[in-house]
């Protein structure tokens, strides 16, 4: 009782800081990193007021430990053991959140007193390699598939990995420190999170409100007009207005800055290949011609030699693209001056190289092998549709019948209605034409249509991709190609990237240190780009690197470090991006602190607020002396609409929310019946509901299960954002970006 008893007495402090959820034992670093209040001069971080020194909690041993099992699974799982840059991100998350993780929960343990009891029934004894107790969760969850735990797999792993280190001083070292004592601290925090959770009861109070919430019902009759919906021409914003507004709302909540910021203007670079880049790469591919006329599996070849040795599938067949391809070549790929050589060349023959316009590339392509076989060509005009028998997709099936009607009326009107209706970008410019193409290379009912139906019929034909409205143009015998493409991308080789860096980039920051960044950006004719808001922050693991900047910008740290540790004004020299084939020059032009509120850094949120509040002013004043929902209605252009809506359940045509509009709720509950209520200002946009009638709730005399019910929300609670408290209470800050620290 005496731990329950200290948990209660934190309790308080850990509901007190509510902010981002968070599952297990480890806090989402988008949520940390808004925690940053200043800079700091010494160690990576800071933990209770002191430095958190790199070297004195292993920081680096941990992220080198880190990086080379990530490096070593890679290459288990048959890769190259290179990490990408999202999944370095991660590890440096997950770094940093275990080692701040672990510090803290030892902490507590350790003034709570927790341990493990030991023996042959204890807790460590029972639990150690044992699926079934609650101390080895994760352990568990390996060895778990669709839900269903798998003891025969987790036998054999024990016989063939644990049993055998018991034979040894080193096995039995081993299995401590990777299995014992791991094991050990997770029981000691499940049992400290079970304690905290435990400490937290719902009381009778908090059960009457939630029954009440639930069964206090109303029924309105509502009208309601989006914001969006209101032409934004009504009302009128500018500087003063929202100078005025700022003033007004400056020191409310929503505009608190949680995370510092930065702002900076760019300008972009591209790097092109040198007139050397493109001969060495010609020279290179030259001197595998000869290995590709003479190679015997040219599929292999080309998987072995080609940049992009996949068949990239279009609806009308595989269009080669650096690939070996068993289909048919049916031209229309390449220059004509290239059509021409592959329509003339003799099997085995090898084309090239030659580049592809625009892209960069190289390529040579092999005949690889040559026949007959039957060709058609037709012109159709596509109408996308899922063909699942809805309202739309059956409205998209007259209309493909009514095209077919006046095409078999006029074929001269095809090409018009190609540009009118066709949704087929592949054939529009052609006047919908398919010319000389294979049997069984389109999908199977337009190719059945094409060589099976007459020359000169027109008719509709439903595919996975919709209507097509189909003529068919012409059906013969034809010789073929099968072509093979090896492709070699132009890459910007370092010689060619220090000659633009020391000329073109260089020359462009000096004159912007001279004049101006917009200045320089005029003469050098470079758009100059905004970076938006930048907080020091790590993506949010799912892919998103928005959180380092502008996307095009390819997560750069550095650019992170210098925004970060200038200031405005400054400029930055020089960095590669996106491969080392760009350049950013970037200048900084707002910094923004924690708690900073500005009108320049909240200019842009107070805008749609001060628009809405415009427009919902506006209707006041045209509904002022309506009080018949029929009539305001008509003048808002839209219809009355029926609801029944409790305090936790809302149910509008415009919102199936679980709880929604605060205003809307307050004004139903605290109308009368058969009143009429004003205009309502809410979130998505304004309101004017009737109440028909109210069903005030009948709260029984016991309570038992909605008081069970309290106690596990509010243990939920607990359990997704204690950790947040906890660390706000340590004062932890990561400041391994301003430090430089990350690489």
């Not at 299995?179 to 009381?203: C, H, T, W």
């Not at 934004?232 to 505009?255: A, C, I």
């Not at 020391?502 to 950006?521: I, L, P, Q, R």
């Not at 892919?543 to 740290?557: S, V």
Request: proline share 3%.
């Amino acid at each position: 009782m005496a731990v329950i008893n200290k948990i209660r007495k934190r309790s308080g402090l850990i509901l007190t800081f509510v902010g981002v959820g968070l599952l297990a034992f480890i806090i989402p670093v988008d949520k940390i990193m808004q925690l940053f209040t200043g800079e700091q001069d010494n160690g990576i971080g800071l933990f209770e007021g002191n430095d958190v020194v790199s070297q004195e909690w292993g920081y680096e041993l941990r992220l080198m430990n880190a990086q080379n099992r990530a490096r070593q699974n890679s290459k288990d799982t048959g890769g190259e053991g290179i990490l990408k840059d999202e999944e370095e991100d991660k590890i440096l998350q997950s770094v940093w959140n275990t080692m701040i993780s672990e510090k803290i929960h030892d902490l507590e343990i350790e003034k709570l007193g927790i341990g493990i009891s030991s023996g042959k029934k204890g807790e460590l004894n029972l639990g150690i390699l044992n699926p079934n107790a609650p101390v080895n969760s994760s352990l568990k969850d390996a060895f778990t598939e669709n839900g269903v735990y798998t003891a025969d797999s987790f036998a054999v792993w024990k016989r063939k990995v644990i049993d055998p280190l018991l034979n040894t001083t080193k096995g039995k070292q081993d299995l401590k420190a990777y299995y014992e004592d791991p094991l050990n601290q997770e029981r000691k925090r499940y049992k400290y999170l079970a304690m905290m959770k435990n400490g937290v009861i719902g009381s009778y109070q908090e059960a009457k409100r939630l029954f009440t919430e639930e069964n206090t019902k109303a029924t309105i009759k509502y009208v309601f007009k989006s914001y969006d919906d209101i032409n934004d021409s009504l009302v009128k914003v500018n500087d003063e207005n929202l100078k005025s507004y700022f003033n007004t709302h400056r020191y409310k909540k929503v505009w608190n800055q949680t995370n510092e910021v930065r702002s900076y203007d760019y300008v972009i670079f591209n790097i092109s290949p040198s007139l050397k880049d493109q001969e060495n790469a010609m020279k290179n591919l030259e001197s595998l011609k000869l290995d590709f006329k003479n190679a015997i599996n040219d599929s292999m070849f080309v998987v072995n030699n080609a940049e992009t040795p996949t068949v990239n599938i279009t609806p009308y067949g595989a269009q080669p693209t650096g690939m070996y391809s068993n289909r048919p070549y049916s031209g229309g790929k390449y220059s004509a001056a290239v059509d021409a050589q592959i329509d003339t060349a003799k099997k085995g023959d090898v084309i090239g190289p030659f580049s592809m316009p625009n892209q960069n590339v190289l390529q040579l392509v092999k005949v690889f092998d040559t026949g007959e076989q039957d060709e058609a060509s037709v012109r159709h005009i596509l109408i996308k549709s899922s063909g699942d028998g809805s309202a739309d997709d059956l409205t998209k099936k007259k209309l493909a019948d009514s095209i077919m009607f006046a095409v078999r009326r006029d074929t001269s009107k095809f090409t018009s209605l190609v540009l009118k209706y066709s949704e087929d970008p592949g054939s529009a410019s052609t006047g919908g034409v398919y010319k000389g193409f294979p049997r069984d290379q389109m999908v199977t009912e337009f190719n059945d249509f094409s060589f099976n139906k007459k020359v000169g019929t027109v008719g509709v034909v439903k595919t996975q991709f919709g209507y097509h409205i189909i003529e068919v143009l012409n059906q013969e015998v034809g010789s073929f190609k099968k072509i093979a493409v090896v492709d070699y991308k132009l890459s910007v080789s370092e010689e060619t990237q220090e000659a633009f860096y020391a000329s073109s980039a260089v020359d462009f920051y000096n004159k912007a240190k001279e004049t101006s960044f917009e200045k320089a950006a005029e003469e050098f004719g470079l758009q100059v780009k905004k970076s938006g808001y930048v907080p020091l922050t790590y993506p949010d693991g799912q892919g998103n690197n928005g959180a380092f900047g502008p996307t095009e910008l390819k997560r750069n740290l550095n650019i992170v470090k210098w925004a970060f540790n200038n200031k405005v004004g400054s400029i930055m020299e020089p960095e590669y991006i996106s491969n080392n084939e760009q350049l950013v020059v970037c200048s900084l032009e707002e910094v923004i602190h924690e708690n900073d509120v500005t009108f320049s850094n909240i200019k842009s949120l107070m805008e749609p607020r001060l628009i809405n509040e415009l427009k919902a002013e506006y209707f006041k004043q045209q509904l002022d002396s309506s009080s018949n929902i029929n009539d305001i209605a008509l003048k808002l252009g839209v219809i009355v609409e029926d609801a029944e809506l409790s305090y936790s359940f809302v149910n509008l045509k415009n919102n199936y929310q679980s709880v929604a509009e605060p205003k809307l709720l307050a004004t139903v509950f605290n109308t009368e019946e058969g009143s009429t209520s004003k205009l309502i200002e809410a979130n998505e946009g304004i309101y004017v509901i009737q109440v028909i009638s109210k069903t005030d709730a009948a709260v029984p005399v016991d309570l038992t299960t909605k008081t069970a019910e309290s106690t596990e929300t509010l243990r939920g609670i607990v359990e997704q954002w204690y950790y947040y408290s906890l660390y706000k209470a340590y004062g932890a800050k990561d400041n391994r970006l301003k430090r430089n620290i990350i690489q």
